[in-house]
């Protein structure tokens, strides 16, 4: 199961890259007045994320249970972040487009990627747990 959870933050952690990059490119770092997500809670959240995989990984590798805690705890602000973002780009998503007005940054996002991300992000989330709680071990 820790492995799983390990291959499903990888599948998380590609899509986050898609999302950031995007961001990244089309401005959002660049204009933050012009994107409904503050800078603070976009890197907040990517480097809570890392510090979390690197845990994660230490744990696997040194097998100490109070890794896998310490991962899950990351994990908790991590999940909140990425839940703030979504509420604040799901109007963005559904708003029709002025051209007055400068497009923001994650108006372009592949709503399938922020799907995917989020969906594989819940299943981290569980796994990471489950393995914590001893569930599954051998």
Partial sequence: MAIAALILWLLTAVGGFVLLGTWI???????????????????????LAVAGLIVWIAYLALDDDALAWVAFGLLIPVALLG??????????????TDAEAPEPAE???PVAVVGGH????????VLVLLTALGVGGS
């Fill in 107 to 109: 108006r372009r996002f």
């Fill in 118 to 125: 989020g969906v594989f992000a819940v299943a981290t989330v």
């Fill in 25 to 47: 490119a089309r401005g959002g770092a660049r204009q933050p007045n012009s994107s409904h997500l503050p800078v603070p809670v976009v890197f907040g959240h990517f480097l």
């Fill in 83 to 96: 839940f703030a973002m979504l509420l604040r780009w799901l109007p963005v998503y559904r708003a029709r």
